[in-house]
């Protein structure tokens, strides 16, 4: 039995070892100057916009993951949140043309306390370009998620990448296309924790595109 267990021990071990190695590393560049902020229309309001974070200099969002608050949450907290969080992760395309990327920047804005972040979906070719936000509107006395789900073009080959959020709510207009190289930075509005009320976690975010 105790065999079993130290053997369970070291293989999860192993396992959340490796998942530690392969990430990225937290890294940005606060003020590094950007050319446009693209947004989106049908985000919601509650909460207040978190800090601007900005890919390290000469480097370019190529993927993204999402923070998410399931089925399975929801059920245990009898509130749903939905999108709790958004990751950008950034190469270096002098260093590297093509993914999937082992040596990578990740930049986050404000986050929601819910959920589990998912894997990190790459563009093949390219940076991301523009994004469309997926949004649950207000209502009224149910249950409110706002954000659910967001999905990016990259520059490269008309690829089209979805996340693996919630899929309460309709999805919106694409913002802009990044006229520059590709999406750098990000800002989320995002909801404190509101004890016995209802929680919605992420309502809106805006991204930069820098030359
Ligand atoms: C993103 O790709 C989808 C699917 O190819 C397309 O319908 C949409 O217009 C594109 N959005 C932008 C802003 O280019």
Redesign the pocket.
């Known amino acids: 039995m105790y065999k079993f267990l130290s053997l369970t021990l070291i293989s999860l071990l192993t396992v959340f070892g490796q998942y530690v190695i392969a990430g990225g590393r937290f890294e940005r560049t606060i003020s590094r100057p950007f050319r446009s902020l693209l947004t989106v229309h049908n985000g919601l309001s509650w909460g207040s916009w978190g800090q601007k974070e900005m890919c390290p200099t000469g480097m370019y969002a190529t993927g993204f993951s999402l923070k998410v608050a399931g089925m399975w949450e929801s059920l245990q907290f009898g509130d749903n949140t939905a999108l709790n969080g958004i990751r950008l992760h950034c190469i270096n395309p002098s260093k590297s043309s093509s993914g999937p990327y082992e040596d990578y920047a990740t930049v986050q804005s404000d986050v929601g306390s819910w959920g589990k972040w998912s894997d990190i979906k790459w563009c093949s070719s390219g940076f991301l370009s523009?994004f469309q936000l997926r949004v649950e509107t207000y209502q009224g006395t149910l249950d409110d998620t706002a954000a659910n789900n967001i999905r990016f073009?990259c520059s490269g080959n008309?690829e089209?990448l979805k996340g693996s959020g919630m899929s309460w709510g309709e999805w919106g207009d694409?913002s802009e296309?990044c006229g520059g190289k590709g999406i750098c930075g990000i800002e989320t509005l995002v909801e404190q924790p509101q004890g016995v009320g209802d929680d919605t976690a992420l309502n809106d975010v805006r991204m930069h595109c820098c030359d």
Do not use: G, L, P, T
Request: proline share 0%.
């Open positions: 523009s073009n008309a089209m694409w296309k």
